[in-house]
Each structure stands twice: as structure tokens, then as C-alpha cells.
């Protein structure tokens, strides 16, 4: 096999076989890209850093600093052909430099693994939904009425936890069954669906009243309301939203066929993510003002939002329902895809089977998890730092590790890579290639760096250093 990996790095072939086509390849990766982060964590974080503002940085953050790294990741994945760290490792001595490079694939994993503890958990909330939705538990209720149907849910931790334990066991059922077979077909047809439901709430929300508010509040920049951290969560999310920064993307890279196109299957992947997690603030936003409720309501706002809209609706018991169902799928699409880097790394090291691989990591996961379940109920008061355990590990996961493993990509794609090895897979050096070099040599390390000091106050120390020593002179 070791020979087969020395000879000629573009002619390597997957350890786990090859999505069927360039658009499999981009379904996946919109599959993966598409979920709770568009339609449950946008609209919350928008709604806590204050809005216009925020959103412009997130979308500048997603065109200087997500495409370059997401083309980054892919390049990577398909040019190392194995789990990120494997691919690092090889990439990295191949290069001439060190196999110590796997250190950027193992932070992605473990991101990927403590991110998916939590995202779980709010897989399980959209699950949940789907069944109170059903039952009507919505019809015709008040903002206090589906606000209490919320605590009463979240305080339970057996609720919660059913849900999380039962969300977690469709993602190591289709994993453990190889990421290839159904997945595509869902994702096929959840993508289209689940743009259609969120259109017609649009169309329910520009009809609520307040659809100017919200717009404003999306799209006018206030950068008084704008903090540093607000700018490194903008980021965060950027990384999040896309997948990028936890191997997700580089694990699925390495099963792309030969001749498909990174740049157009990124833009594509970044368009559709993008244009959901809009459509989803400016569903949420307008139904916020309308119904007076709070803007920073944090992460169970959008199932405070959304049951009140449907519950007030024509037919809403049946787009409740769906919208839920598609919500789940989303999120499922994307858990499977937090999970692939790690199973395919026990895979390749410990050479259990796929499925055994799926069951050991999705137990591990789904205890972690157990931390998230109680961070709502019976450790709601158990805080530290930046709060709940649910908080810290947010934190820690998208404002810490994501931009750090997502600098070290876009270092190793720009700088320890040669330019014939970059210009090989994303074919030619074309325009769009010297754009990428640029980005991903210099806008997005030092955009990432920048926020990282300036949000921790690292900058300022130094300045104020600096000021205190030219002074003294
Ligand atoms: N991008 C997904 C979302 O927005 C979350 C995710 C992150 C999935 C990282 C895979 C890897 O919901």
C-alpha cells in the first residue's frame, strides 16, 4: 500500500471508496454545510452580537476566509486520499516538511467529535419538534404559550436526553452503513425541500408586519453594537456554518473524483449555505419584532419563533411538521459528517470495522453529549468561565479551535505546499487560482490572527506595551 502512496500523489485512490459524481460530491458537502448552523445558530448569534453589523462581517469572513480554506480542506483531502490527520501527516512529509502536520487533522477530529456532542443534542430539540408539532401542540398558541412548551422540554434532562440519545442513533445508523448508500438520495431531496418550506415562511413573515424591522435589523450595520468578540463569533460561525476548520470536508475531499472542479464545487456549496442562513434570519427576525419576544433569546430562539409562526398559520400543523422533519434531516446530514473524520480514523489505525468504528465513537459522542442535556436543567447553574458547560464548549470549539485548525490549513495550502502541488489540483494558475493563492496566503492567516489578538486582548496588551515603552523613551 506504502508504495502505492509514494508513487504518484494525483493518481492515489480512497481507502473508503468515491462519491459516484461531481454533484454527489457537492450534495454531500451542502448536506453537510446546511444545517442547524443556518437555521438555529445564524439567526440566535445574529441576534446576540447586535445584527447588521455581525452579518456583514460573517459574510465578508465567509468570502475572504471560508472559500479559501473550504478549497483548502478539499485539495488537501483529495490529495492525501485518507482521515485528516493520515492526510496531514502524509501531505506534510511528502512536501518535504514534517509529518507532524497530522497535529492540524487531530484538532479538526476532536472538534468535530466535542462539536457533534452538542450539535446532537439540538438534533434531538428538532426532533422533538416534529412530534409536538404533530400533535398540534402548537395550534393557536401565544408567544408565553410555546415559550413554556420550551422550558417544560428543556428542563426535563430525560426529555432531552431521549431525544439527544435518539438523534445520535440515526447518525451511527447511517454511518455505520458507509456515507455513499442513501445519503445522497436524502440529501437529494432535503436540500430543494427544505428551501421551498423556508421561501413560504418568508412569505408568512413579509406578511407579519414587521418585515422592514427585521430587514433592518439583518441589514443595517450599527457598528457601535459591534465588539471584538462579536467580530471572532462572526468568524466562527463562518467556519461552522461551512463545515470548515474539523476535517468534515477535507474526509470528504478525499472520496471526490479526479477530474471534478474545487473552485465551482466550493461556490456552490458557499452559495446555497449562505442564501439558507439568510432566509433564515429574515424568517426569524420579523416573527422576533412581531410577537415581541427577545431578540437574544440565545440558542432555543428559533424554537420559540418558528412553533409560534406555524401555530398561527393556515395548514400549519402540516408545514410545522414537514419543516421540523426537514430541520432534522439537515441536521443529520451534517452529524454524519462530524462523525466521518473520526470513524475513519479508527478505521485506518485501529482496524476495526465501519460499523464497529460508527457504534464506539457515536457512544463516546452521545455521553459527552450528557453535558449539553444537563447544561439546560439540572447543571443549569453549574457555570464557569463563559457559562454552562453547553457555553464553554461552544466557545471552545467554534471561537478557539475551528479559526486555529483553519489557520493551519490555509498556512500548509499556502505556505508549506509548493505552488506545483496546489496549482495540480485546482487546475491550472488560472485567475482564480492566483485569487485563491493570495487569499489563503495572506488575507485569511492574518485575517484570522487579527481577530484571535484583538478578541482576547492579546493586541491591545502589546500596544499598550509598545506606547508605554516609546513614552518612556
Ligand atoms: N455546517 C453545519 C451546520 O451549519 C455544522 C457542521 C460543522 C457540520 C462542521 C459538519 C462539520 O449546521
Not at 457559562?387 to 471561537?399: A, K, M, P, Q, W
Not at 505556505?415 to 485569487?435: F, H, P, Q
Request: charge should be neutral; charged fraction near 10%; glycine fraction near 12%.
Amino acid at each position: 500500500m506504502l508504495s502505492n502512496l509514494a508513487s504518484d500523489s494525483g493518481k492515489r485512490s480512497s481507502l473508503h471508496g468515491h462519491w459516484s459524481s461531481r454533484m454527489a460530491f457537492i450534495l454531500a458537502v451542502t448536506g453537510s454545510a446546511v444545517g442547524l448552523g443556518n437555521i438555529w445558530k445564524f439567526p440566535y448569534v445574529t441576534g446576540q452580537y447586535g445584527g447588521g453589523a455581525f452579518v456583514l462581517v460573517y459574510l465578508a469572513c465567509i468570502v475572504l476566509i471560508g472559500m479559501p480554506v473550504m478549497m483548502s480542506e478539499i485539495l488537501l483531502g483529495r490529495r492525501g486520499r485518507r482521515n485528516p490527520i493520515a492526510t496531514m501527516a502524509l501531505l506534510g512529509s511528502e512536501e518535504g516538511k514534517s509529518s507532524n502536520w497530522s497535529w492540524v487533522g487531530g484538532i479538526g477530529v476532536v472538534a468535530g467529535v466535542l462539536i457533534l456532542s452538542y450539535y446532537s443534542v439540538y438534533g434531538g430539540y428538532s426532533l422533538a419538534y416534529v412530534l409536538k408539532s404533530a400533535a398540534g401542540t402548537f395550534s393557536g398558541a401565544g408567544a408565553a404559550d410555546v415559550i413554556a412548551v420550551r422550558d417544560g422540554f428543556e428542563g426535563s434532562w430525560k426529555a432531552v436526553g431521549l431525544f439527544h440519545t435518539l438523534f445520535m442513533g440515526l447518525s451511527i445508523f447511517v454511518v455505520a452503513r458507509g456515507v455513499e448508500r442513501g445519503l445522497e438520495q436524502a440529501v437529494r431531496f432535503m436540500v430543494p425541500a427544505l428551501l421551498v418550506l423556508l421561501l413560504a415562511l418568508l412569505g408568512y413573515s413579509i406578511n407579519s408586519g414587521y418585515f422592514a424591522e427585521g430587514f433592518e435589523f439583518m441589514f443595517t450595520p450599527d457598528f457601535s453594537k459591534l465588539t471584538w468578540e462579536g467580530v471572532l463569533a462572526a468568524m466562527g460561525q463562518a467556519f461552522f456554518t461551512l463545515s470548515i476548520g474539523m476535517g468534515a470536508v477535507m474526509a470528504y475531499g478525499a472520496y471526490l473524483p479526479e477530474e471534478t472542479s474545487i473552485t465551482g464545487a466550493a461556490a456552490a456549496v458557499a452559495i446555497a449555505d449562505t442564501t439558507i442562513a439568510i432566509i433564515a434570519g429574515l424568517v426569524i427576525f420579523p416573527l422576533v419584532f412581531a410577537n415581541g419576544l427577545d431578540i437574544d433569546a440565545g440558542p432555543s430562539l428559533v424554537f420559540i419563533t418558528l412553533p409560534l409562526a406555524f401555530g398561527n398559520m393556515a395548514g400549519g400543523i402540516i408545514f410545522g411538521t414537514l419543516f421540523f422533519i426537514l430541520l432534522t434531516f439537515a441536521a443529520w446530514t451534517s452529524a454524519i459528517s462530524l462523525m466521518e473524520p473520526a470513524v475513519a480514523w479508527i478505521m485506518e489505525h485501529l482496524n476495526h470495522s465501519r460499523a464497529q468504528a460508527a457504534v464506539m465513537m457515536g457512544l463516546s459522542i452521545w455521553a459527552m453529549g450528557l453535558g449539553t442535556v444537563f447544561s439546560f436543567n439540572i447543571l443549569a447553574d453549574f457555570t464557569f468561565f463563559k457559562g454552562t458547560i453547553f457555553d464553554n464548549l461552544d466557545f471552545l470549539t467554534i471561537n478557539v479551535m475551528l479559526p486555529l485548525s483553519g489557520l493551519m490549513i490555509a498556512v500548509f495550502a499556502g505556505w508549506v505546499m509548493c505552488r506545483n502541488s496546489s496549482a495540480d489540483e485546482l487546475g491550472s494558475a488560472g485567475t482564480s487560482y492566483k485569487i485563491w493563492r493570495i487569499l489563503v496566503r495572506f488575507v485569511a492567516p492574518i485575517g484570522i490572527l487579527f481577530v484571535f489578538l484583538k478578541s482576547s486582548g492579546l493586541l491591545e496588551f502589546v500596544e499598550n506595551a509598545v506606547q508605554r515603552i516609546s513614552g518612556a523613551s
